[in-house]
């Protein structure tokens, strides 16, 4: 029997599927997942449940036809939705760069990547060296590292700087009693460029109730940028790391290691249209060159 006639027998529909219905089906998944992790992951969550337990007062008020809750609903979702955008405006910023962050691009179009340095490894080791030793004599630091996204409101902060980042630098700016220890401090690339800056502390209640105000103001600062932040607990004397919204507690010094390597690099990537025009470019200056060295005497 045919695949025509047994839908026809047995009054099956199959819909026409192209290639467009397929990746339209692919983008919808993919933004409703993205949505739901961050509903899940902020405070979404809550006014998510409050919209549900709205929307069944509303279904029972359209069940029971009172009109008067039914009229007020209506003419209150426009204001309720203008409240939601204003009340979540951080969280929705942060959806956006983190959609931002997603490299579509270099999987649909060809692009050429290369890798370039964020900071040297020197600057990576320099960290690692004040970190732990200002966690043995337990003195508290806050080091937020950055990478793609611009820290320049948080860098407005505090005090700018310009300096090479160093052990002793990094000491000598937490050292109790000094100018600079209080707040944290911001590395772009290989320099300090704002001490005593001011981080949003984060909101999670999954945070341990042992952790203080430093320790909540890394995890908020790793929530609205995809920066990495090193803490040093004053109390303890243990280093964390807080990324992603994440905080990974009493580190090793491997461990933080592995940590600013995977950020160390940045990629760099470049349409190859532009790459083949810059490789003809530079081929042409190099033909440049070596005819005017033949024409010299």
């Known amino acids: 029997m045919m695949i025509s006639e047994f839908t026809e027998k047995y009054n099956l529909y199959f819909p026409d599927i192209k290639l467009t219905d397929i990746i339209e089906v692919l983008i919808l998944t993919f933004l409703i997942y993205q949505v739901m992790v961050w509903i899940k992951n902020t405070k979404a969550w809550m006014l998510l449940k409050g919209i549900i337990v709205l929307a069944v007062f509303i279904l029972i008020a359209a069940v029971l036809n009172m009109h008067t809750i039914l009229y007020l609903a209506k003419n209150s979702v426009t204001v309720m939705a203008t409240a939601a955008i204003v009340v979540f405006q951080p969280e929705l910023r942060r959806a956006l760069e983190k959609l931002g962050e997603k490299q579509f691009l270099p999987s649909v179009v060809p692009f050429e990547t290369s890798r ?22 337990k003195t508290g630091a806050l080091i937020v590292v950055e990478q793609a996204i611009r820290l320049t409101e948080y860098e407005s902060t505090g005090i700018r ?137």
């Open 116 to 137: 370039e340095a964020r900071f040297s490894e020197e600057t990576r080791e320099e960290m690692i060296r004040a970190a732990f030793a200002m966690g043995k004599v």
């Open 161 to 297: 700087m310009d300096c090479l980042v160093s052990s002793q630098v990094l000491i000598n700016i937490f050292e109790h009693n000094t100018p600079l220890h209080d707040g944290a401090i911001i590395v772009r690339g290989d320099r300090i460029v704002s001490a005593t800056c001011y981080l949003p502390l984060s909101d999670n209640m999954g945070i341990s109730k042992d952790l203080g105000t430093r320790h909540r103001a890394a995890v908020g600062m790793s929530e609205v940028s995809d920066a990495l932040i090193i803490a040093v607990s004053e109390e303890t004397g243990a280093v964390s790391v807080a990324q992603g919204g994440r905080l990974a507690r009493n580190v090793t010094e491997e461990e933080l290691r592995d940590r600013l390597s995977d950020i160390q690099h940045k990629k760099k990537e470049t349409g190859r249209i532009a790459a083949l025009w810059k490789g003809r470019r530079k081929n042409k200056n190099e033909n440049e060159k070596k005819t005017d060295q033949q024409s010299q005497p």
